[in-house]
């Protein structure tokens, strides 16, 4: 069955587009709500679509010959750029998991990687010049592979694992050396600096080479942290959380559409630091969404003037 | 050794004081910053320190012959009524815990109820027309029995905890039905509600009697719930926690403390939200102040003008 598009065609104010870089995937979910065995997924995907509310968004990824017309048909719909969405022999990467009863535990039951396996991302031609760049969670190496390909990047930044940090440490670092944010949750900041005292450990990373550090707590919200202060936003008070899986990315996509919506450009120096929170709270409310239905449903009929309100929601339950 | 006395002798706005009713103890504590065998502690003794900031106190507690007279100076110093402090024949209460590596959780080590076990509050004729009623954490029906002493007051309320809501449930919902306001932690509030979204527990909870509900989220911050919204705050970021005993009174101190110093009187009508939402960041402040030294140790040195300035501190770092 063919999914209905989005409602609100997008229509950007620039042009400048982010290029997003990661996995798309198919995934089988279990939460306390509900049980799916296979639906789009993939940190690319979750970042492209939330992103897409905001800026033109260029993806790079792979799919096997099952990846099916009505996914490429949403993403499409939300005027994603798919020239670097590669279609190689094979099956789409899978992976399934279980939640714990309060979701903030989750169990991988399942990881084909398929034809993720042979990854190598290349940039077209035509993405090469875009001044954003969001790599999500995959091997250090392929982040630092596709930043060298960007001729005209002027923010680039992304995520990355617990796996990575352990067994890939040096070529992590080798990575980081070339991003101006990173964006991961406490746990991984708390293993990448050796440090339990998130403040102590945001210094340490602030020292690997990014200026800007975002730490996401899960439902507890994020902190942003710059070397001269940091921001504090509590997370969304959602009434229902139905799979969080994506979130994360959501997030990463709230965050680098919003700062490609306002046009920042560290070419001028600083980015102004309420700049940075106000992404922070533009990523907390796509991660929010996100969670409201299963997989990248929310996005089949979530419209920017709902991103906007809950927005403005953040801002009346924060303010004292 | 007697310690010396805080640096700025209490001078308050106005007179109307705060009472405050629970235990006065030695703890032992146990944290991976070190360890001490016995310290001034009890629910009482944190509230009416972190209250004492803000607005006069008079404290309503019972010790044994043991109680030192440097804790008894202490309490003196900061202008806190000890008028309904009950010295007893007998030890004072004596608790012992250690915590967890991330101090997230804790193990009591040993409960002494000794004159603790007894206690029965009796409110002098001085303290009855008092308006604002801080109950700790005691038996619910002691709680009520303190609230049917009061003749003038306007705003009562205070914390419970899991033993009570599990085994004198009843008993504290007939506490509760008298309550305005109600300080306990998230995980109590799943098991007082039987809900596990906050903000479904919440509605549960407000319908139990309080109109203002506090739920406590330790090192993630407090969201105030009042029927027309909510308010979230996060937590302030420590660069060390020594020892997180009595936080949540700390916590609690601050937020009724501050109230009473600005005469919030619900016979005028509803308090303001902004007002409330700022006594949940008095609460924060307060509660992050204590974790600073081992027991009570950072309020030896506290000053009002360091609470002024961490208050500001978080509207810098939350503003967006």
């Given at each position: 069955m063919k999914q209905p598009g989005p409602p609100d065609p997008p229509c950007y104010n620039q042009a400048m587009s982010v290029v997003v870089v990661g996995s798309v995937a198919y995934d089988g979910v279990e939460t306390p709500h509900g049980k799916v065995d296979r639906m789009l997924g993939g940190a690319a995907t979750y970042i492209s679509l939330s992103a897409s509310y905001f800026t033109p968004v260029k993806i790079v990824a792979v799919v096997g010959e099952d990846f099916a017309r009505e996914d490429v048909d949403l993403l499409a719909g939300r005027?994603?750029?798919?020239?670097?969405?590669e279609r190689v022999p094979g099956k789409t990467f899978f992976w399934a998991g279980v939640y714990s009863a309060d979701m903030n535990d989750r169990t991988t039951?399942?990881?084909?990687?398929?034809v993720f396996a042979g990854f190598q991302p290349k940039l077209p031609p035509?993405?090469?010049?875009?001044?954003y760049l969001l790599l999500g969670n995959i091997q250090p190496a392929l982040q630092r592979s596709v930043r060298a390909q960007?001729?005209?990047?002027?923010l680039a930044g992304g995520d990355t694992m617990n796996y990575w940090i352990q067994d890939y440490r040096e070529e992590l670092l080798a990575t980081l050396r070339e991003w101006d944010f990173l964006l991961i949750n406490d746990g991984e900041a708390r293993m990448l600096s050796g440090e339990h005292n998130l403040r102590r450990a945001a210094a340490r990373i602030l020292d690997l080479g990014p200026h800007t550090l975002v730490v996401k707590r899960g439902e507890y919200g994020a902190i942003l942290f710059r070397r001269d202060g940091h921001f504090l936003a509590p997370g969304y008070l959602l009434e229902d959380v139905f799979d969080p899986t994506g979130a994360g990315d959501c997030f990463a996509g709230g965050f680098i559409g919003y700062l490609a919506e306002q046009g920042v450009d560290p070419r001028d120096g600083e980015i102004p630091f309420p700049e940075l929170s106000r992404a922070v709270i533009y990523g907390s409310v796509m991660g929010s969404f996100c969670c409201?239905?299963?997989?990248?449903?929310?996005?089949r009929t979530l419209t920017r003037a709902e991103i906007d309100a809950r927005y403005q929601e953040f801002k009346t339950c924060t303010a004292f």
């Open positions: 005027g994603i750029d798919l020239t670097g969405l039951l399942r990881t084909d990687l398929n035509s993405y090469r010049q875009e001044p960007m001729e005209g990047v002027r409201e239905k299963f997989g990248v449903d929310r996005f």
